[in-house]
């Protein structure tokens, strides 16, 4: 079966500093990955997605990039943080097919102070 | 721009009473998903509706597809307080590999014993 990984669950990050939040997928080939960000007990927004090794399209311009090193590994990044920043990111992937659903990671709680 | 409006933003039942959550959109969707979440934990795919009209049941949860696919609700029949939690709606928007979500806020349920 497959499953999904995301890391680390929490992160408490001054601002200006690096982020780099990692997701991995097992159990499939070639899935379609996702971040999303969302805030405390609302709906999610979409931050990027990718359908393969180093094709990432970015839904949202910001401070924040996505990686695709990996055919099962998707990274979310920043240079430098924001206050703004602050937020539950998930990872999430889907089969690559129209109308497959997706399936989440258990997120990251990023806290900028 | 695809916009996914859910009503009621927050709902606060005694166990043993029903209760319907809506979605809905000026847009058409190519299938519509409802996840739920609990604090902290990604969300958890319930459903997925693909024809327009459909209804599926899981056990006491009943999920209907508009006719035009622009719109869904969930009704629970009987709530128990393990019902308790967020409930999401996204829309699916096709691109050439795969799907995008768009998500409504989501309906908080509380569900008192």
């Known amino acids: 079966s497959q499953t999904i990984h995301q890391w680390p669950a929490t992160l408490v990050q001054p601002v200006g500093s690096p982020l780099s939040l990692e997701c991995t997928v097992e159990?499939?080939?070639?899935?379609?990955l996702y971040w999303y960000r969302q805030a405390a007990g609302r709906g999610l927004q979409l931050l990027f997605y990718?359908?393969?090794?180093?094709?990432i399209s970015s839904e949202v311009p910001q401070n924040l990039s996505a990686s695709r090193p990996q055919d099962r590994q998707f990274i979310l990044s920043s240079k430098k943080l924001l206050l703004s920043d602050s937020g539950f990111y998930l990872c999430?992937?889907?089969?690559?097919?129209?109308?497959?659903?997706?399936?989440f990671g258990d997120g990251t709680r990023l806290s900028i102070l | 721009t695809q916009l996914l409006e859910q009503s009621p933003q927050f709902l606060s039942i005694q166990e043993g009473e029903n209760l319907t959550v809506y979605c809905n959109s000026s847009?058409?969707?190519?299938?519509l998903q409802w996840y739920r979440q609990e604090p902290g934990e990604g969300p958890v795919l319930l459903v997925t509706?693909?024809?327009?009209?459909e209804v599926k049941k899981l056990k006491r949860l009943t999920f209907q597809f508009g006719d035009a696919r622009k719109d869904s609700s969930l009704h629970i029949t009987a709530a128990q307080t393990g019902d308790t939690g967020l409930y999401l709606c996204?829309?699916?928007?096709?691109?050439?590999?795969?799907?995008?979500?768009?998500f409504g806020a989501g309906t908080i349920l509380r569900v008192k014993s």
């Open positions: 159990g499939t080939s070639n899935p379609n």
């Open positions: 996204a829309g699916a928007v096709g691109f050439e590999y795969g799907n995008k979500l768009v």
């Open positions: 847009s058409v969707f190519s299938s």
């Open positions: 509706v693909v024809t327009g009209g």
């Open positions: 990718s359908i393969g090794i180093d094709q």
């Open positions: 999430a992937w889907s089969e690559a097919y129209s109308n497959q659903p997706q399936h």
